[in-house]
Nanobody, 123 residues
């Protein structure tokens, strides 16, 4: 099994920045790729960004492209999401997830999930 723990959420004004972290433990060698998703109240969970666990291959949702940066530190088994130029519509619970099989933007194809961290952006 793989345990994922997010941290770094909080309240920030529009235009501000936050950096989320996702610490992985357990059978991390089984992870092929990792991603960030978010879920706003009353909405479905949506894809934000993903990164290969062994290369620099990254991909972003159009809504965050140019503002968010996903990265990882394999030595620390930790993934990050640097969020800049935050907007009120970025308010959501942010989840990190691990995929054993490949790259995907679908919530249904991720095998491991963290508990989520709240991000709130005020206008």
């Amino acid at each position: 099994q793989v345990l994922l723990v997010e941290s770094g959420g909080g309240l920030v004004q529009a235009g501000g920045s936050l950096r989320l972290s996702c610490a992985a433990s357990g059978r991390t060698f089984s992870i092929y790729a990792m991603g960030w998703f978010r879920q706003a109240p009353g909405k479905e969970r949506e894809f934000v960004a993903r990164i290969s666990w062994s290369s620099d291959n990254t991909y972003y949702a159009d809504s965050v492209k140019g503002r968010f940066t996903i990265s990882r530190d394999n030595a620390k088994n930790t993934m990050y999401l640097q969020m800049n130029s935050l907007k009120p519509e970025d308010t959501a619970v942010y989840y990190c997830a691990g995929n054993r099989r490949g790259y995907s933007d679908s919530v249904y194809e991720y095998d491991y999930w963290g508990q989520g961290t709240q991000v709130a952006v005020s206008s």
